[in-house]
Structures are given as C-alpha cells and as structure tokens.
C-alpha cells in the first residue's frame, strides 16, 4: 500500500548545509517503505546560498520535488516607494524580516501546497524549518 507524503522544507538539495540532512535522511527512508513523497522547497538563491550535488543527487527516484521562488523582502512594501518613501519601505521590509528573514516563501509555498492538496491527500504531512 503506497501512502503520500508531503514535506516542507526551505532548505532542500541541491541546497547543502545542516537543514537538509534531516528531511533528505527522512525521504529515503520512507521512500523505500511504501510512502510516496513529495516535497516543497524553495529555489536555491543564486550566488548566496551553499550547493552540495553529494546530496542532490541523493534524493531519491520519484521523489515530486516543487520549488518555489521566495518574494522578496521589499514587495509587499513597493508601493511605499512608488510615493517617494523608499527609506520607510527599507525600513519596514528589515522590520519585517525579524525574527525571519526567510518569511518571503511562504506565500508561494502556501499556494503550491494548497494545490497539491487540492488533487491529493497526504497520509502525512511533514514540516521542517530552521534551527535544524
């Protein structure tokens, strides 16, 4: 019997780093015990973040991975600047990056995650985030 599994996860390979030993340990596992994962992942930032390819090339056969791009910081905050207040936008936006500067994916990962439920229903629902 094949159960799905949905996994949360901002940090996930190709992306290298602590955060995504966990949940890739995790999936490998499962994967071989009749679950079916899929998982939610932000797009690796350019430039910025570590890459491990040992471990993207890991994730196991048939694992559905979505990545998502996070919105940046300042958005929802443009409009500020648009009126000739961009020093209060750059403000707010540092404002509202504490005490989580990667708050930019949730609304994407939300609106991916509402449309796989949509088709789907998952046995579990895993999410994982930082500290790891």
């Known amino acids: 019997?094949?159960?799905?599994?949905?996994?949360?996860?901002?940090?996930?390979?190709?992306?290298?780093?602590?955060?995504?030993?966990?949940?890739?340990?995790?999936l490998r596992d499962l994967s071989g015990r009749g679950w079916r994962p899929t998982v939610i992942a932000c797009e690796p930032p350019t430039g910025t973040a570590p890459t491990d390819d040992w471990f993207a090339r890991r994730i196991p056969e048939g694992v559905a991975v979505h990545r998502v791009r996070p919105l940046p910081a300042l958005t929802p905050f443009l409009a500020l600047g648009r009126i000739g207040l961009g020093g209060a936008a750059r403000w707010l936006a540092h404002c509202a990056s504490v005490p989580d500067d990667f708050l930019g994916w949730i609304p994407p990962a939300w609106r991916r995650g509402h449309s796989i439920l949509s088709r789907r229903r998952p046995a579990l629902v895993y999410a994982t985030a930082p500290p790891h």
């Open 1 to 26: 019997m094949t159960r799905d599994l949905l996994a949360i996860s901002y940090h996930f390979p190709p992306m290298g780093g602590g955060g995504i030993q966990r949940t890739l340990t995790l």
